[in-house]
């Protein structure tokens, strides 16, 4: 099951789970546990077998911030440690951690926006707002078509892919999954 947890989060369950020291933790240290609890998430897209300490370095940056609960103090330089906020949290979240799959493939930051961006369109879209209120029985295959950006130049092959990348990408998602899969079998007149 995939569930929809932060970097910063991830972080800091991973210093959580080195034991928190009372003195610091390296994030070298940190970076390693992360990469075992979500692993690729943090690795370098070129050489996914790799940590990217910067990935680890900025998801512990983030944790520190106020807005984001403060969970952690420190830096790279001196190591890290949890606040009280961090260690309630990761004391309350590591539980869950068995039962989720926190794993993915490093992302550019052109395909995350693209991802951020597309999944605003559709859940915007009105095949989508019409599969919520009556399922697919009263969508067009045009607008199932809309929904996947597709129209009657777009054919075979280019065609295929654009659906194959909606689908990989959305079809498990907690909002969008659904009309995914429902849509993409009307368009292919399943």
């Known amino acids: 099951m995939k569930e929809k947890i932060s970097n910063f989060e991830i972080a800091t369950l991973a210093l959580y789970l080195l034991g928190n020291e009372p003195t610091s933790t390296d994030v070298e240290d940190i970076a390693i546990k992360a990469n075992a609890i979500a692993p690729g998430r943090f690795a370098w897209r070129k050489y996914p077998d790799q940590i990217d300490i ?36 990761a004391s309350e979240r590591v539980k869950d951690l068995e039962q989720v799959d926190l794993s993915r493939k490093a992302q550019s930051i052109q395909q995350r926006q693209w991802e951020r961006n597309e ?35 777009v054919v075979g092959q280019a065609r295929e892919r654009k659906i194959i990348r909606i689908v990989n990408t959305f079809g498990s998602d907690i909002e969008l999954g659904v009309a995914v899969q429902a849509l993409v079998d009307k368009i292919r007149g399943k």
Do not use: C, P
């Open 119 to 153: 999944r605003a369109r559709m859940l915007a879209a009105g095949a989508f707002m019409k599969f919520q209120a009556h399922g697919t029985d009263v969508i067009s295959v045009q607008e199932a078509e809309g929904f996947f950006r597709l129209n009657d130049y």
């Open 54 to 89: 910067f990935r680890v370095s900025t998801a512990l940056s983030d944790a520190r911030k106020a807005k984001n609960g403060g969970y952690v103090l420190g830096s790279n330089q001196h190591g890290w440690i949890l606040t009280e906020k961090g260690l309630t949290f």
